[in-house]
């Protein structure tokens, strides 16, 4: 009988919310931590990571940004803020894209070394496609 997870998993970090890609992932995640759901596999990069990286880029601290969730009931109310108080140009969410994407870059051993060790840990190490950690985090959460 296969093992049922009681993990909920948000959005793949490939999907985008008014321009910003990763986006929607962290509004999930911090919903999920609002209700008391978000699953310890994800406690210890909450805010930091890719919700660290967007928050930089954005110019936001995690605490606003998370009582801008907190006071919203749907994805495009948050939209609506972002739009009004996120003032970056396309090529700061451009640059934002190409990072996320190209995570960890070649020629970052450390970072190339903890993705290699993430996937071994969770049964990915035989999957050469598995080049970021976007990817990586699709595989783990079974969208890839």
Known sequence: MPRVSNVIYP????????????LPRFVDKIRLHLAG???????????????????EKAG???AEFIEVVRNSTTDGQVCDWVRTH??????VKAAHRERVFNSPPADN????????????????????????FVDYIDADEKRL
Request: net charge positive.
């Open 86 to 91: 996120v003032k970056q140009p396309d090529s």
């Open 109 to 132: 051993p450390e970072m190339q070394a903890r993705l290699k060790m993430r996937k071994e840990q969770s049964g990915l190490g035989h999957r050469d496609d598995i080049k970021t």
């Open 37 to 55: 759901k978000l699953h310890s596999d994800y406690t210890e990069n909450f805010c930091k990571g890719f919700d660290g990286l967007w928050l």
């Open 11 to 22: 959005r793949s970090p490939r999907e985008t919310m008014c321009g910003w890609v990763y």
């Open 60 to 62: 936001v601290s995690a």
